[in-house]
């Protein structure tokens, strides 16, 4: 389709404050670019800071990252390659520079290049004078050896980094309290190859970051996987974040999981602040991205940072992540809730940095020697990747404007004055080991790193080891003992000392460095959750399950999720035990759930002992009926019931169990009883030999809770007749209710020839499944249903429909106006379908059609039933008194149902009103729809769909 109309889409969120006062006021909107020293005109700051411009082009251009060394100066990654790499022929274009405040008065006003032609460079470390870089595909060391500021010693360490795209490589390389550096990989993994080494085997990065040591030749994969951003607090908690996700902690490292392949882990990763749909952002600028789905959230978060200056003490702890396409720096404060993280925004409708300037893109952020917060501005006037946006903003005119510009920011309280930034070149290693117990972060890991780097320790050992227990602040004495760790000079009796400290963030890590050391301590897990948690993956690593000391940190952290994983893998082999001591002596069980899991593990293992002690206690058990019912289910569904209790003298266990499957019958048939008590009791039911007559009967069930649990129930049964009897009821079924039959007669081989029979003789029309469904019938295991799937599914598109799509493909080379296209949607197409504020929202949502080619929005236009989602599959009503209805069906009761009809009209109508209700197969869209609209307008509507967003002319777009 050839568009020649410039286009611009426009995603502002701008919400009002009611707990916090707002900043005065909303900043006047810039002409792009701004002159740096002008940019101050356009943010917008929480109250009580200030922001201060620390560097700005020429002198710097295009920072991703920025890191200080001892010196104090500024090193930043400048990746000038962004978006698509350096054109064909020339050489690379990221470069490091050296930047320093010479005269002191904050402004870094001295640059030097260090290192230039580097590919898609992402982040940097200083070590041992020089720096660890990460950049396209590798890990290398760079140092200057002559002193002319520049780098002549280059060595590769690692090689294998995904490099699909400059947004999703390999960045952040951290040195952390364990004195690794830490990487976080990009999303897209590798194999890493360790150059440091001869005869080293590629390390896989599936779905996880990486460390190594930088003293020795130790690497591996690590748990977690960060896009753009990685930190830690002052205890050595990791987090990361991606586009959707700004705040993930990394709970429970993977080597854990290695020791106890019984537990069930779900994840080892905590979303400390709202992501994806839930996060929450406030830009004040009008800000553009790709999908207008996604307006006040997150869609391009990166740079995460925990705050650990002391410049701003009200702020330590908390975290911060930049969205450059919203133009602003979010915090959150977060607060220690078991064993892991929970947040709040610390800012009510309004976000801690903001600016009304569409070129602001903070992209990072960096802790600084002066206890301030220093912020990475890119300055771009198109932050977004030409791969992630819709085809027509690809090669965009302004895609690189900015590219000759840069600033660094400080963030700084309004109250108090600037600091002169230290030094700690030429520090003597006394001097430095003090400096451990700084209150500013920059000064502990300075002072660490220096002290790591050095050979010699001897003449410090002693004053190491005092400060490790007499430091004057708990992160003092933290970093102290893992400094003496790193140096190998942690002995039993400094540990055992510290292991009495009146913190209990320095006894957790006490238990962590004790695994470590492979060393044995006590430690009260009393008042904290935290310990408790560290001393299971203490048990989890020495795989020795302690069961008194797991069960003593089970009741106090009963209702920890976080918590119950580490016990999970702490418990080993007694699971069995573990759950039946809780069942049998603890008051507080909680919700259930790690009594549940402990059922589960305990039905993986191959001890019949525990098995059958468990399952006696579950049967004796007076407490909840609802856990005595899940707990039963943990066991059973792997276990037949016979293999427990398969001797005679089990005979009164066994009767006693079947007794308690007939009482769950009983409670699923009675419609007296809460439907989420009966459905709890089908899910038993299911695991009962003779409950096929009762779970058909269910089926039927006025309850729609009710018959979905008895569907998914029935699904484990090879009951042919009764799946017959839900074909037949099919097309009166509710979309949920079709839904879960279709998904259950696709597990079973025997039952898919049954729903292929009904495509076949169109009692069931292909239109009536989803994609899901229709993809696993294309790849069924059986090949030979497969293939007949394959016959079915293509004959589905009527032949007449095909003519006219391939009549109408002539409009898509025609002249389009998406101005006229609105007009030709308004009449045609908005009594069913919503794009941006014309029409109703009763049909499936079109207004994301980044990703959709022209051709494709035809397809759906001239063919609407030939891909339906099941929630809009059109349903015909004929009532007692005569009267026709069609619509979506969006709710249905016991009593009732609610259809939504054209134009947004909403009709409730009482079951017993009903004569007969039916699925169409088809959606409300009636097909020849295009009788009533020329080629020419069908040109300018599919126009409109697609490039609807871009209509205020602001944004170029590809022609």
């Known amino acids: 389709m050839r568009i020649s109309l410039i286009l611009i889409a426009i995603l502002s969120t701008v919400a009002a404050a009611n707990a916090q006062p707002q900043p005065a006021q909303r900043p006047p909107e810039p002409k792009s670019p701004v002159d740096a020293k002008m940019s101050f005109d356009y943010f917008q700051i929480a109250s009580g ?27 930043v990654v400048e990746m000038r390659d962004y978006p698509n790499g350096p054109s064909a022929g020339q050489p690379p274009m990221s470069r490091i520079k050296v930047l320093d405040d010479k005269d002191h008065d904050g402004f870094y006003e001295t640059s030097t290049v260090f290192a230039d032609k580097l590919l898609f460079a992402t982040g940097l470390q200083p070590w041992k004078g020089g720096v660890i870089v990460t950049m396209a595909g590798e890990v290398a060391y760079m140092k200057d050896t002559d002193g002319d500021g520049k780098a002549d010693h280059r060595e590769k360490w690692f090689t294998g980094f995904a490099e699909d795209n400059p947004q999703l490589r390999a960045n952040h390389p951290t040195l952390a309290l364990d004195n690794h550096v830490y990487i976080s990989n990009g999303l897209r993994g590798g194999e890493i190859l360790d150059h440091r080494s001869e005869g080293r085997i590629p390390i896989p990065l599936r779905g996880m970051d990486f460390r190594f040591d930088p003293r020795s030749d130790r690497s591996e994969a690590v748990t977690g996987v960060g896009q753009f951003g990685l930190t830690f607090d002052n205890y050595g908690n990791r987090f990361v974040c991606s586009n959707r996700n700004p705040c993930k902690q990394i709970v429970i490292k993977d080597r854990y999981l290695k020791q106890n392949p019984l537990a069930a882990i779900p994840t080892l990763v905590n979303d400390v602040s709202p992501a994806g749909d839930s996060s929450r952002i406030f830009p004040i600028s009008r800000a553009w991205t790709t999908s207008n789905l996604h307006a006040g959230q997150f869609t391009a978060a990166c740079g995460v940072t925990i705050y650990r200056g002391d410049l701003m003490p009200s702020m330590t702890g908390n975290s911060f992540t930049c969205d450059p396409t919203g133009n602003l720096v979010h915090r959150d404060i977060l607060k220690l809730a078991g064993a892991t993280y929970t947040s709040k925004p610390a800012h009510d409708g309004f976000e801690f940095l903001a600016s009304t300037d569409e070129w602001f893109r903070p992209v990072n952020m960096e802790n600084g020697p002066d206890g301030a917060l220093y912020v990475v501005d890119m300055y771009r006037a198109v932050i977004e990747h030409p791969r992630w946006v819709p085809e027509e903003l690809k090669n965009r005119p302004d895609e690189r404007y900015g590219d000759d510009r840069g600033r660094i920011y400080r963030v700084i309280p309004v109250k108090g004055q600037r600091r002169q930034h230290s030094s700690l070149a030429g520090q003597s290693p006394k001097e430095l080991v003090q400096l451990l117990d700084h209150r500013n972060a920059w000064h502990r890991e300075t002072a660490a790193r220096l002290l790591i780097e050095q050979r010699d320790h001897g003449a410090i050992l002693l004053d190491l080891k005092k400060l490790a227990l007499a430091a004057s602040t708990p992160i003092g004495r933290i970093r102290t003992l893992w400094l003496l760790h790193a140096i190998d000079q942690l002995d ?3 540990l055992s000392w510290a292991a009495g ?36 993956l203490y048990f989890a690593a020495e795989q020795k399950s302690e069961l008194q000391v797991l069960f003593s940190i089970a009741q106090q952290s009963i209702d920890d999720p976080w918590t119950q994983r580490a016990l999970l893998l702490a418990v080993g082999k007694q699971a069995g035990a573990l759950a039946t001591q809780l069942l049998n002596e603890s008051e507080n069980t909680g919700d259930g759930s790690l009594l549940v899991a402990l059922a589960d593990q305990t039905s993986r293992s191959p001890d019949k002992r525990l098995q059958k002690q468990l399952l006696q206690a579950i049967v004796d058990h007076k407490g909840e009926l609802s856990l005595q019912r899940r707990l039963l289910i943990a066991m059973i569904r792997r276990l037949p019931l016979l293999k427990v209790t398969g001797a005679a003298e089990d005979e009164r266990l066994r009767d006693s169990v079947i007794a308690i499957f007939e009482r769950a019958i009983q409670t699923a048939k009675d419609a007296s009883a809460k439907s989420e008590t009966r459905c709890e009791a089908i899910g038993l039911a299911a695991y009962h030999t003779d409950s096929v007559d009762a779970l058909q009967q269910l089926t039927v069930d006025q309850d729609q809770a009710v018959r979905l649990t008895a569907i998914n129930a029935l699904s484990r049964k090879n009951a042919v007749a009764s799946w017959k009897e839900l074909l037949k009821r099919f097309p009166s079924d509710s979309p949920a209710i079709r839904r879960a039959v279709v998904n259950a007669m696709i597990l079973r081989p025997e039952r898919t020839e049954l729903l292929l029979d009904e495509i076949e003789n169109k009692r069931i029309k292909v239109a009536e499944l989803d994609r899901g469904q229709t993809n696993r019938l294309l790849s069924h295991n059986d090949a030979k249903l497969a293939a007949r799937a394959k016959v079915l599914l293509s004959n589905a598109i009527p032949a007449d429909r095909q003519k006219v799509l391939a009549d109408y493909k002539a409009a898509l080379q025609l002249q389009a106006n998406p101005v006229r296209g609105r007009d030709v949607f308004k009449k045609n197409c908005s009594v069913c379908h919503r794009i941006g504020d014309i029409g109703v929202d009763v049909a499936p949502n079109i207004s994301d059609s980044r990703t959709k080619q022209p051709l494709q929005i035809l397809t759906d236009v001239i063919q609407p039933n030939r891909a339906i989602d099941n929630n809009y ?33 909403v009709t409730t109508l009482l079951r017993s009103d009903i004569e007969q209700l039916r699925s169409t197969g088809v959606s409300l869209m009636p097909e020849g729809l295009e009788k009533n609209i020329s080629h020419q307008d069908m040109a300018d509507l599919v126009s409109f769909i697609k490039n609807w967003r871009y209509l205020d002319g602001r944004t170029p777009f590809k022609k």
């Open 873 to 905: 599959v059109s349903y015909a009503v004929r009532t007692e008194d005569g009267q026709s209805l069609t619509g979506i069906l969006t709710s249905e009761t016991a009593t009732s149902i609610t259809l939504k009809q054209q134009e947004g009209k």
């Open 492 to 494: 039993p009796k400094t």
């Open 49 to 75: 800071y200030k922001i201060e411009l620390a560097a700005s082009e020429p002198n710097v251009v295009d920072p991703v990252a920025v890191r200080f060394d001892e010196a104090g100066r500024m090193w």
């Open 501 to 536: 400290d009146s913190n209990f963030r320095v006894r957790q890590q006490v238990v962590a460095l004790a695994e470590l050391q492979s060393s044995k301590v006590s430690v009260a897990p009393k008042a904290s959750s935290l310990i408790g948690f560290q001393q299971a």
